[in-house]
């Protein structure tokens, strides 16, 4: 069965760092591309970053330049480095995947930055 499962999540002050990770397990995960979605309290939930199975990366322009998203395929692990964070990127943090046509979440983590 596929599985999600993300930690890393915390609080942190403004410009600070947090590294998210989501351990996935039940398929090929170096097959797959990688999402990390974000949900701000009553916002719909965003896309945030994105990578290929061949590794190439995409990012909200909100985050770009500040989130590094990767992936370790021998530890199917994917990875969401989060640095000069802003309280706008305040939110529960979801890794994402799609198999077969039917979308994966993690159970979701929960990052707020705050003075």
């Known amino acids: 069965q596929l599985r999600l499962v993300e930690s890393g999540g915390g609080s942190v002050q403004p410009g600070g760092s947090l590294r998210l990770s989501c351990e996935a397990s039940?398929?090929?995960?170096?097959?797959?591309?990688m999402r990390w979605y974000r949900q701000a309290p009553g916002k719909e939930r965003e896309l945030v970053a994105n990578?290929?199975?061949?590794?190439?990366?995409m990012y909200a322009s909100a985050v770009k330049g500040r989130f590094t998203i990767s992936r370790d395929n021998d530890k199917s692990l994917v990875s969401l480095q989060m640095n000069s964070l802003k309280p706008e990127d305040t939110a529960t943090y979801y890794c994402?995947?799609?198999?077969?046509?039917?979308?994966?979440w993690g159970q979701g983590i929960q990052v707020t930055v705050a003075s």
């Open positions: 039940g398929f090929i995960f170096s097959a797959y591309a």
């Open positions: 994402n995947t799609i198999s077969q046509g039917v979308l994966y």
């Open positions: 990578i290929g199975a061949s590794g190439a990366t």
